[in-house]
């Protein structure tokens, strides 16, 4: 199963379309998750064009987004149990309000956006993904997603790129 997370896409705002380098990655997902700040309902419209999509809202959703998707979500795929979340609020990081969040749930991932700063690591025995963000990079170098694949094998990986065309 191959799994493309993605997240802060902020369209229209960061950009007007989502990057093709993306695009391509999902044309062949069987899910693609989306960590919230879609922005619009039309970037929930193309990535439902290419395959099956989970996501959540983020702080800077309106209306639209929230009708569409919950504030966070439990979903299991190939065997993996996810909680899925913005993980936006107030005190504390990012990581740790995505990680209170399931903190009375057994999940074996964290699927979180927020920062734009993408993460794959394991914390007290969960592995915690933020994709960070295919059109708003902040001050970091590169734009980003991951991809997941499940199989035999859990093999999360990162995909850092320059153009966000």
């Not at 997240?7 to 989306?34: E, F, M, V, W």
């Not at 993980?87 to 964290?110: L, P, S, Y």
């Not at 993460?119 to 990079?137: A, C, E, H, Q, W």
Request: glycine share 10%; charged share 25%.
């Amino acid at each position: 199963m191959k799994v493309i997370i993605t997240g802060d896409t902020h369209i229209p705002g960061r950009g007007s379309k989502l990057p093709s380098r993306l695009l391509n990655a999902c044309n062949d997902a069987d899910l693609i998750i989306h960590t919230g700040d879609w922005c619009s309902p039309e970037v929930f419209k193309t990535l439902s064009s290419l395959a099956e999509v989970k996501g959540v809202y983020g702080n800077v959703d309106g209306e639209e987004m929230r009708a569409l998707v919950p504030a966070q979500q439990l979903i299991n795929i190939g065997g993996l149990r996810m909680g899925l979340v913005h993980g936006h609020g107030d005190k504390k990081t990012t990581e740790q309000r995505a990680v209170e969040a399931f903190a009375e749930e057994q999940v074996d991932v964290i699927v979180f956006g927020h920062s734009h700063i993408p993460v794959i690591k394991y914390f007290k025995g969960r592995l915690l993904m933020n994709p960070g963000s295919p059109t708003d990079k902040r001050k970091l170098p590169f734009y980003s997603f991951i991809t997941l694949e499940i199989g035999d094998e859990i093999r999360p990986e990162l995909i850092l790129f320059r153009d966000k065309s």
